[in-house]
């Protein structure tokens, strides 16, 4: 993944510190360890405490504020990349919502430990702080979502459905369960359904079916290729069934929508002719 550190550190602050409004030229998570602050970024007003942390964004501007009589103490680690925005969906973290709370207390000082630890003149330094890294942000990740901690976050609702579609329509010729495009999407299956139909005015299924069975058309116009093998690229592996669900949808089987596509095709071409 391209995700690279950049450095760490740990900040006592003093009554009412505050850094900004400005911009960090690389991502940050902070982890609030103690006391209160307040954290602005898009607009937005996030009051935070102790057990919380917040996101800050490679070039949006933001502005942190300790409290004036229980400021806080917080540690960070910065890095960057292109897929940084992807991880930090998989947290459900966005610049409209970047905070989050987590558990136990501390759980970020042992990472502290490790970072600190790597010998800057040695040849593996690098390499250790990337593998720190990496465990880091994947127990965070995992440690957000099993416990459940992660503040809800209010999306559009076609940015679920947007997302979902892309997910089909990269995984329809392959063994495509519903609950595993919600999981994928981070909703539940029923809302997933709830969506599809408010939007699109189809069940989820219905779309994957829909999309199997057009792009089923569009090889059939292949004479080369047999029914089976048409089948099985768009995600059947039984023949049969196959045939059912495409005249179910098309209103042709499978064979006598490839003839009509032949006979249309060479009533076009003679009266080029």
């Given at each position: 993944m391209d995700i690279r550190y950049g450095y760490h550190g740990k900040q006592i602050c003093e009554p009412s510190y505050s850094w900004g409004p400005g911009i960090k030229g690389q991502y940050k998570i902070m982890f609030i360890h103690a006391g209160k602050g307040v954290y602005q970024i898009d607009g937005k007003t996030f009051h935070l405490q102790q057990g919380e942390g917040f996101i800050v964004y490679d070039n949006i501007l933001c502005y942190m504020e300790a409290d004036q009589t229980d400021p806080w103490i917080y540690s960070w680690i910065a890095f960057s990349g292109n897929e940084v925005i992807?991880?930090?969906?998989?947290?459900?973290?966005?610049?409209?919502?970047?905070?989050?709370?987590?558990?136990?207390?501390?759980?970020?000082?042992?990472?502290?430990?490790?970072?600190?630890?790597?010998?800057?003149?040695?040849?593996?330094?690098?390499?250790?702080?990337?593998?720190?890294?990496?465990?880091?942000?994947?127990?965070?990740?995992?440690?957000?979502?099993?416990?459940?901690?992660?503040?809800?976050?209010?999306?559009?609702?076609?940015?679920?459905?947007?997302?979902?579609?892309?997910?089909?329509?990269?995984?329809?010729?392959?063994?495509?369960?519903?609950?595993?495009?919600?999981?994928?999407?981070?909703?539940?299956?029923?809302?997933?359904?709830?969506?599809?139909?408010?939007?699109?005015?189809?069940s989820p299924q219905q779309y994957l079916l829909n999309l199997r069975m057009d792009k089923a058309g569009d090889l059939l116009g292949n004479s080369q290729l047999s029914i089976a093998e048409v089948s099985y690229s768009v995600g059947y592996n039984d023949p049969l069934l196959f045939s059912k669900m495409f005249k179910k949808v098309k209103g042709l089987s499978p064979s006598h929508f490839r003839a009509k596509l032949i006979r249309d095709s060479s009533i076009v071409l003679s009266r080029l002719d």
């Open positions: 992807s991880l930090l969906e998989r947290a459900h973290i966005s610049p409209h919502h970047p905070v989050f709370r987590y558990a136990p207390l501390f759980w970020f000082d042992s990472y502290l430990d490790e970072f600190t630890a790597c010998n800057e003149n040695h040849s593996t330094c690098e390499l250790r702080r990337q593998s720190i890294l990496f465990r880091l942000l994947a127990d965070w990740i995992e440690m957000l979502v099993a416990t459940s901690q992660i503040l809800p976050e209010v999306k559009p609702k076609d940015t679920y459905i947007r997302k979902a579609i892309e997910f089909i329509r990269m995984n329809y010729n392959q063994r495509v369960a519903i609950s595993e495009v919600a999981h994928m999407v981070g909703i539940d299956r029923v809302y997933l359904s709830i969506l599809f139909k408010e939007i699109l005015n189809v």
